[in-house]
């Protein structure tokens, strides 16, 4: 009548043990004794219960224990109409590496029932609610790194001065004191030798980007925080660009927040609390992977946001249109839901904040252009409040006009915007989809050039188009915005980068109808089960016998708008919208500001296996194989891009060919002529013009042109060739003649006779001249970087091995021949930690 969970470490020397009641039918009753186990230790403890458990020979029961599943870990517990169920990871994918910590997404779970049969109450709804609440998610987990948090906020509290700590530092060593106390015997008691110990944070989540919270929330007072593990939604990739073989990873993790969190058409602007449809968070981590630790590697990291228009608006979706129309569901004339979003904004990332809006200014019909009506007065609302200095900045850029005019490079004035954005860029159209991927791949591109210049990897901040650098970047930003466009539109991508550089194929036209069908497909048909297993997971609703079941509520609008159910006990001012003490640490984020009650201090030993990164990546107790490790099997720019011909420069930011490349971009090998006269155009065209010129040049014609909303697209439609085939093969076959003068052919063969003749024509030619040789004793006098000697195949010189080498090589040499050299101090430290981690 007991479930026992184990939980161990990788290497299997540290056990934890979790006692779950099944007695109880519609309770959870979780014990945990906090303590720590090793191997012996917790196979004695099994082996005891399971002899307990044994019935008598003859006698129908139990015949011990066994094992019900191997799991990764625990996601929640979850209770529908019956008792409750536990939720555990039962096969992940390593996705990413990040200072020795791994990233892991969640492929599989396992939903395990609680109760005992024999008091289980039985519902007829209960399999319908446990198939909702798995719908495919892409969740990403990890053991030992805060995922909901920025890199930039793991490190920089830990660069905080000791004695802000001190006090939890004090209470920290207390606890391990009495911990230590409470230890079987030391054989190392009287060697006098100190501990040395090390101090770590351990800091609260953010719950906003947290998925499983509320699947925690009953057990997170009472196991030990080893058992709790937080997972995020949304998308994590990593890729290694080699720069003459030096590795270089970059890591793309995008965070989804849990509020107000929805599909396509059913959720749309924001809340009552200022939380925004579609709100995800993407960082860029670029890192020299030369080098693993936090501590001594080279890490740079930059963050963006989308998310939707934070108004109160939403699309009625009742009628079968492809784009139904907007309205705005309530009046806001002081910016109050705006007031709430951008508070949470400046708590988080501090100032500025960039607003980037890229829906559409003029229409023939008013569609998209309601909403940058109603946002742009909201933004001078809110900024005659705040201190100069901290004002957010509003850009607006008709993206989808600008791309229709053939005089316009789109990516040309994204460059321009993210060369000038000094902050957070907040990106937005009407889906936040197709225009807000591509505006943030310029973005990050830029933020990229200066990351690799940061680090000391290019001589200048600027990547071109048409690099294995950029196409490594490209790609992995293409599975972020199609994974993302999958979990909020029900589709991949429909316009992508190629789309707005316009040297699409033409493969790729029908490529974006199939997606816009799949798109419109999933929004008719089946968001709503989708929405309904969104709220289900969060628990924004929770079954109850005495409530109408989810599938039966005509809408969730009232799951998500809590003011509609309980009036505000106190308003906010609209003037003082931000929240106390925010302007007081700007432009440094509120939430850095006043983490220190939120830590605890963490002291654990110098050599614990808690800490140690090596043991964690290399799993020196495990048989590997180099083809089978994470960093081998990853994207990789040399093996992906790189061609593979012959004197081809191996520079990842050299620009190549698109035929050149390993992996080609564009997807059809077919039409080259096609693509170079596609390439030619577009960089032969003039540079950018204002907008103006693009208003008086165009009239307003968006009806006919295809956005995010699903319409018919014209623009990935290639550029017809003007020449014939004859007239292209000749262009490519064109021989030295024309361009050079010159006729190359083989020459004729010299008979022996007329050889000596020809090399003595040759040197009169280039007779000999007479050099000046300075003498040797002003010449600098070069040396050879190498410590080795210019060696050849005939002598050797042996190198001259330092003291420390030539002690350690003594040092084996005596080993071998039974002469144990004394131990020194850290030797005996480590192997202290080791006897304790395995045997005490």
């Known amino acids: 009548f007991l479930y026992f969970l184990v939980g161990s470490n990788q290497a299997q020397t540290k056990h934890r043990v979790l006692k779950i009641d099944r007695t109880e039918p519609k309770d959870l009753v979780i014990i945990d004794d906090k303590h720590v186990y090793n191997h012996q230790e917790v196979r004695e403890l099994l082996s005891r219960l399971d002899l307990g458990?044994?019935?008598?020979?003859?006698?129908?029961?139990?015949?011990?224990?066994?094992?019900?599943?191997?799991?990764?870990?625990?996601v929640g517990f979850v209770r529908f109409l019956e008792g409750y169920y536990i939720v555990l990871i039962t096969k992940r994918r390593k996705m990413a590496d990040i200072g020795g910590?791994?990233?892991?997404?969640?492929?599989?779970?396992?939903?395990?029932?609680?109760?005992?049969?024999?008091?289980?109450?039985?519902?007829?709804?209960?399999?319908?609610?446990?198939?909702?609440?798995?719908?495919?998610?892409p969740f990403s987990d990890t053991y030992s790194y805060d995922l909901s948090h920025s890199l930039q906020y793991n490190l920089t509290l830990l660069q905080r001065p000791y004695e802000l700590w001190s006090s939890a530092a004090?209470?920290?060593?207390?606890?391990?004191?009495?911990?230590?106390?409470?230890?079987?015997?030391?054989?190392?008691?009287?060697?006098?030798l100190p501990t040395q110990v090390?101090?770590?944070?351990?800091?609260?989540?953010?719950?906003?980007?947290?998925?499983?919270?509320?699947?925690?929330?009953?057990?997170?007072?009472?196991?030990?925080?080893?058992?709790?593990?937080?997972?995020?939604?949304?998308?994590?990739?990593?890729?290694?660009?080699?720069?003459?073989?030096?590795?270089?990873?970059?890591?793309?993790?995008?965070?989804?927040?849990?509020?107000?969190?929805?599909?396509?058409?059913?959720?749309?602007?924001?809340?009552?609390?200022?939380d925004v449809a579609n709100e995800v968070e993407t960082e860029q981590i670029v890192h020299d992977a030369s080098v693993m630790s936090f501590t001594a590697g080279s890490y740079s990291s930059y963050v963006q946001v989308r998310g939707s228009v934070p108004l109160y608006w939403s699309q009625d979706i009742s009628t079968m249109m492809p784009k139904p129309p907007i309205r705005l569901d309530q009046a806001d004339p002081y910016a109050h839901v705006a007031a709430l979003h951008f508070n949470q904004m400046l708590q988080r990332f501090g100032s500025p904040i960039i607003i980037l809006n890229l829906v559409k200014k003029r229409e023939k019909r008013k569609h998209e252009k309601i909403l940058s009506e109603e946002l742009y007065p909201a933004v001078i609302n809110l900024n005659q409040f705040l201190p100069p200095d901290h004002w957010i900045d509003y850009i607006a850029w008709d993206m989808a006009r600008y791309t229709k005019s053939k005089l316009c490079n789109v990516l040309d004035r994204l460059s321009m915007i993210a060369e000038n954005v000094t902050g957070v860029l907040r990106t937005n159209c009407v889906d936040c989809l197709d225009r807000t991927n591509t505006a943030q791949f310029m973005v990050g591109k830029c933020a990229l050039a200066y990351q690799l210049y940061a680090l000391g990897m290019i001589d200048k901040p600027k990547l071109q188009f048409d690099t294995d650098c950029v196409r490594l970047f490209e790609e992995l930003y293409e599975d972020h915005g199609d994974t993302l466009s999958l979990q909020y539109?029900?589709?991949?991508?429909?316009?992508?980068?190629?789309?707005?550089?316009?040297?699409?194929?033409?493969?790729?036209?029908?490529?974006?109808?199939?997606?816009?069908?799949?798109?419109?497909?999933?929004?008719?048909?089946?968001?709503?089960?989708?929405?309904?297993?969104?709220?289900?997971?969060?628990?924004?609703?929770?079954?109850?016998?005495?409530?109408?079941?989810?599938?039966?509520?005509?809408?969730?609008?009232?799951?998500?708008?809590?003011?509609?159910?309980?009036?505000?006990?106190?308003?906010?001012?609209?003037?003082?919208?931000?929240?106390?003490?925010?302007?007081?640490?700007?432009?440094?984020?509120?939430?850095?500001?006043?983490?220190?009650?939120?830590?605890?201090?963490?002291?654990?030993?110098?050599?614990?296996?808690?800490?140690?990164?090596?043991?964690?990546?290399?799993?020196?107790?495990?048989?590997?194989?180099?083809?089978?490790?994470?960093?081998?099997?990853?994207?990789?720019?040399?093996?992906?891009?790189?061609?593979?011909t012959v004197g081809v420069d191996p520079s990842p930011f050299t620009v190549r060919k698109p035929e050149e490349t390993g992996k080609s971009v564009l997807g059809n090998k077919s039409s080259k002529e096609e693509t170079l006269l596609q390439r030619k155009t577009a960089a032969s065209a003039p540079p950018p013009p204002s907008e103006e010129a693009i208003t008086s040049t165009s009239e307003d014609d968006s009806e006919e042109d295809r956005d995010d909303d699903g319409s018919v697209s014209q623009r990935s439609t290639p550029?017809?060739?003007?020449?014939?085939?004859?007239?292209?093969?000749?262009?490519?076959?064109?021989?030295?003649?024309?361009?050079?003068?010159?006729?190359?052919?083989?020459?004729?063969?010299?008979?022996?006779?007329?050889?000596?003749?020809?090399?003595?024509?040759?040197s009169?030619?280039?007779?000999?001249?007479?050099?000046?040789?300075?003498?040797?004793?002003?010449?600098?006098?070069?040396?050879?970087?190498?410590?080795?000697?210019?060696?050849?195949?005939?002598?050797?010189?042996?190198?001259q091995a330092d003291r420390d080498s030539r002690d350690v090589f003594e040092s084996h040499v005596m080993t071998g021949q039974g002469q144990m050299r004394a131990l020194c101090r850290d030797d005996m430290l480590m192997y202290r930690e080791y006897v304790k981690n395995r045997y005490m």
């Open 489 to 644: 539109g029900g589709s991949q991508l429909v316009h992508r980068v190629k789309t707005y550089r316009k040297i699409a194929p033409w493969t790729q036209h029908s490529k974006d109808i199939m997606q816009t069908l799949s798109r419109y497909y999933s929004n008719a048909f089946s968001d709503a089960d989708r929405q309904d297993a969104i709220n289900l997971f969060l628990q924004v609703y929770q079954p109850l016998e005495s409530k109408p079941h989810l599938w039966e509520l005509p809408t969730d609008f009232y799951l998500h708008q809590r003011s509609t159910m309980a009036l505000p006990q106190e308003r906010r001012s609209y003037t003082l919208w931000w929240s106390e003490g925010t302007l007081s640490y700007l432009p440094v984020p509120y939430d850095e500001g006043i983490a220190l009650p939120k830590m605890k201090v963490k002291r654990v030993n110098r050599f614990d296996e808690s800490i140690d990164i090596y043991t964690e990546f290399f799993k020196p107790y495990e048989l590997t194989s180099f083809d089978d490790t994470f960093c081998i099997a990853m994207t990789n720019s040399a093996r992906e891009f790189m061609p593979k």
């Open 198 to 274: 090390v101090y770590g944070l351990q800091n609260e989540p953010y719950y906003k980007y947290v998925w499983n919270g509320k699947l925690l929330e009953r057990v997170k007072d009472i196991v030990h925080h080893d058992w709790l593990m937080y997972i995020i939604h949304g998308f994590c990739g990593q890729s290694k660009l080699l720069i003459y073989g030096r590795p270089v990873y970059i890591t793309l993790i995008a965070r989804r927040s849990s509020k107000f969190a929805g599909t396509r058409f059913l959720k749309r602007g924001a809340n009552c609390e200022g």
């Open 719 to 762: 550029i017809k060739l003007l020449t014939e085939s004859g007239e292209s093969a000749r262009t490519q076959e064109q021989s030295a003649r024309e361009p050079y003068g010159l006729n190359l052919a083989k020459p004729p063969r010299l008979s022996f006779h007329h050889r000596p003749i020809f090399l003595k024509w040759i």
């Open 764 to 799: 009169s030619l280039h007779p000999p001249t007479e050099t000046f040789l300075p003498p040797s004793s002003s010449l600098p006098r070069r040396e050879p970087v190498s410590c080795f000697t210019e060696d050849s195949i005939y002598a050797v010189c042996p190198p």
């Open 53 to 74: 458990n044994r019935t008598k020979i003859g006698q129908k029961g139990s015949s011990g224990l066994s094992r019900a599943v191997s799991a990764f870990g625990i």
């Open 170 to 192: 004090s209470s920290a060593e207390e606890e391990v004191h009495t911990q230590s106390k409470q230890d079987s015997f030391d054989i190392f008691e009287d060697e006098g």
């Open 101 to 137: 910590h791994s990233i892991y997404k969640i492929e599989d779970t396992s939903m395990i029932y609680i109760p005992n049969d024999s008091v289980r109450i039985t519902h007829p709804d209960e399999a319908r609610y446990c198939q909702f609440l798995f719908t495919c998610f």
